[in-house]
């Protein structure tokens, strides 16, 4: 295709063939969920609309509402992956999890009234809770990859328990989500105090 036939063949293309991609859905879905929209009755036609692309469109990506809240969770431990840097393994074991984690709260934060809204209504569907028990397991295990502190490699200085993490995570969210503080104050104070009781139970 020379090129002037192949410019008039991209301007031809609809915005759906250009701009609809994984990330363009997710982030549409967390603007519906900041506005208070629940995960559970999403109406994918008006997230189509939105998008301003065809239904179908997103049904090629996300078959349902359980799909799409694998996605938000598998795109939240991609960007803690990409967020984290070779020199926290420099770090004690705490102190792995320690920065580990507040990245994970500062991604959270750039969409927190989405993740609000989300981790609430998990609490409160059933259904969805059995979806993310799972994924939250998994994304508990990739932290600790991360931290290369699953044992896996053979190269790990101390194993952890994905469910021990999971508390102490879990423990901390509960204080993040009423942490008012433009620092994030109380969730470092908190995540700090429960990785230390943690790390007093391991030794």
Same mark, same amino acid.
């Given at each position: 295709? &020379?090129?002037?036939?192949?410019?008039? =063949?991209?301007?031809?293309?609809?915005?759906?063939?250009?701009? *609809?991609?994984?990330?363009?859905?997710?982030?549409?879905?967390?603007?519906?969920?900041?506005?208070?929209?629940?995960?559970?009755?999403?109406? /994918?036609?008006?997230?189509?609309?939105?998008?301003?692309?065809?239904?179908? @469109?997103i049904y090629a990506h996300y078959n349902d509402e359980n799909a799409l809240f694998k996605g938000l969770m598998a795109q939240l431990d991609q960007r803690?992956?990409?967020?984290? %840097?070779?020199?926290? !393994?420099? @770090?004690?074991?705490?102190?792995?999890?320690?920065?580990?984690? !507040?990245?994970? /709260? &500062?991604?959270?934060?750039?969409?927190?009234?989405?993740?609000?809204?989300? /981790? =609430? @209504?998990?609490?409160?569907?059933?259904?969805?809770?059995? %979806?993310?028990?799972?994924? /939250?397991?998994?994304? !508990?295990?990739?932290?600790?990859?991360?931290?290369?502190?699953?044992?896996?490699?053979?190269?790990? #200085?101390? %194993?952890?328990?994905?469910?021990?993490?999971?508390?102490?995570?879990?423990?901390? #969210?509960? *204080?993040?989500?009423? &942490?008012?503080?433009?620092? !994030?104050?109380?969730t470092m104070a908190e995540l700090d105090r429960s990785l230390t009781r943690l790390d007093s139970v391991i030794a």
């Amino acid at each position: 295709m &020379d090129k002037i036939s192949y410019t008039a =063949y991209t301007h031809s293309m609809t915005k759906t063939e250009k701009t *609809v991609t994984q990330d363009n859905i997710l982030a549409a879905l967390k603007s519906h969920l900041a506005s208070g929209e629940k995960l559970s009755h999403l109406d /994918f036609n008006v997230l189509a609309a939105s998008l301003e692309c065809e239904t179908s @469109e997103i049904y090629a990506h996300y078959n349902d509402e359980n799909a799409l809240f694998k996605g938000l969770m598998a795109q939240l431990d991609q960007r803690c992956a990409d967020e984290l %840097t070779h020199h926290i !393994m420099n @770090e004690n074991p705490k102190d792995r999890l320690f920065e580990a984690f !507040m990245a994970r /709260f &500062d991604i959270l934060n750039e969409d927190r009234k989405s993740w609000e809204n989300l /981790f =609430y @209504e998990v609490l409160k569907t059933p259904p969805l809770l059995k %979806t993310a028990m799972p994924q /939250f397991h998994d994304s !508990m295990d990739v932290m600790l990859r991360l931290c290369d502190l699953n044992g896996r490699d053979g190269a790990s #200085v101390q %194993t952890f328990k994905v469910g021990a993490i999971a508390i102490v995570y879990l423990n901390t #969210v509960r *204080v993040w989500l009423n &942490d008012q503080t433009s620092d !994030m104050a109380q969730t470092m104070a908190e995540l700090d105090r429960s990785l230390t009781r943690l790390d007093s139970v391991i030794a």
